[in-house]
């Protein structure tokens, strides 16, 4: 090993493709490097949308080794990991809390590694240099925090032991126990689940409404303009407007198709609904829904009753339904907790911050606590 350089760059775009995707691995779809550049070329997530490029790569001479995306960002849109309140404490007390730095997946609230270290690489050093650059980048930019969201467990515990505050949430994901049908999951729940949900599948297909499963080079522009309309309208009821562009869609379909399971009710011809999914080496990452019809259950049977088929024929472990819902919980899917890594420069505000978090840790292990005691599962 030479001396390692780090360098931070503004665009995706500038790092090669097949360097970044022999960092990233193949696990996770959403740092792969077609994901981030579909974000940058499509205008969805850029500097213009107050997502600026500071991605991390550590050289060892002209060997890409390690990565890290990395935004600087002048608002707190599009994380999933709230943090308005901080923003607004640290602007009563005089502080500029924009710009701050953010390690994330933009729009994307799924747990995915961002230290992204080249198989057969130390890992110690590739971490600790990206670590490094970091902290130089944070004083370098005069950023007021920086925030790493979603990551692996093991990744917040490192960033702990740097000096990082660990803050935690929770999100509902179904588990494949070695299900060979649906069947075989409804099965393991209470009579009374199992006979709402089965319920739930046959009001949802009422009215002669088909499912179309369709992947890879199957998905075409004309199902992405009829699924852009179903974003849009979600979206616009959510957050005022959306946040990803409609040649997003069609950049991913054209560099990743292998990776997305695009979900589309179809009645008396037309298509009235659909649901996005990303594919995992073990997880089936549900992403965005929408419906230009509303029929009852038609969501659930989408978003989560198709998407554990789905997971069953393929023999997936996981389906990760996006964040929220405690109504995920009655249809399968438990509360698994999530982690963020958080530094803040300035000791006054960080000591308020660690105190929060403390309480806020104790009320969300509390939380899936209590929602375990109602998990739709039969009691051993």
């Not at 990551?151 to 179904?174: M, S, T």
């Not at 739930?200 to 499963?213: D, H, Q, V, Y």
């Not at 054209?254 to 997305?260: F, N, Q, R, T």
């Not at 890594?341 to 505000?349: D, E, R, S, T």
Request: hydrophobic share 35%; with cysteine.
């Amino acid at each position: 090993m030479g001396e390692l350089t780090t360098k931070a760059n503004s665009y995706i775009k500038d790092i090669p493709a097949p360097e970044w995707d022999r960092c990233a691995g193949g696990d996770n779809p959403f740092t792969r490097h077609a994901f981030l550049l579909a974000l940058e070329v499509s205008g969805s997530a850029t500097a213009e949308e107050g997502w600026l490029g500071r991605h991390l790569t550590v050289w060892d001479g002209g060997e890409m080794n390690a990565a890290l995306p990395l935004y600087l960002k002048s608002h707190s849109m599009g994380e999933y990991v709230f943090d308005h309140s901080w923003a607004d404490a640290y602007t009563r007390a005089g502080g500029s809390y924009y710009p701050k730095l953010q390690s994330s997946i933009p729009f994307t609230p799924a747990t995915a590694s961002k230290f992204l270290i080249k198989e057969g690489e130390d890992k110690a050093v590739y971490n600790s240099h990206l670590i490094g650059g970091l902290n130089s980048i944070t004083k370098d930019t005069c950023a007021s925090s920086l925030h790493l969201t979603f990551l692996p467990e093991c990744e917040a515990r490192k960033l702990e032991e740097n000096n990082f505050l660990i803050r935690c949430d929770q999100q509902f994901h179904w588990e494949n126990e070695n299900y060979k049908h649906f069947d075989d999951f409804s099965s393991s729940l209470s009579s009374r689940k199992r006979k709402s949900i089965n319920r739930e599948r046959r009001e949802a297909l009422k009215n002669g409404i088909e499912i179309e499963i369709l992947t890879g080079t199957n998905i075409l522009e004309l199902h992405w303009d009829h699924f852009y309309e179903f974003y849009q309208d979600t979206g616009a009821r959510k957050w005022g407007q959306p946040y990803l562009t409609r040649e997003f869609f069609s950049h991913i379909s054209a560099s990743m198709a292998d990776k997305i399971v695009l979900m589309m009710a179809k009645r008396e011809g037309n298509y009235i609904a659909g649901a996005l999914n990303f594919l995992g080496a073990d997880t089936l990452y549900g992403r965005n829904w929408g419906a230009s019809e509303h029929h009852p259950f038609l969501h659930f049977e989408l978003c989560y009753y198709q998407a554990i088929d789905f997971a069953i024929e393929r023999g997936l472990k996981w389906v990760e339904a996006g964040a929220q819902g405690q109504h995920k919980l009655s249809r399968g899917y438990l509360p698994r907790k999530t982690y963020s890594a958080h530094y803040i420069p300035n000791i006054g505000f960080r000591d308020a911050i660690e105190h929060y978090l403390i309480h806020e840790r104790e009320n969300v292990n509390y939380a899936i606590k209590h929602l375990n005691q109602f998990s739709p599962f039969k009691k051993n």
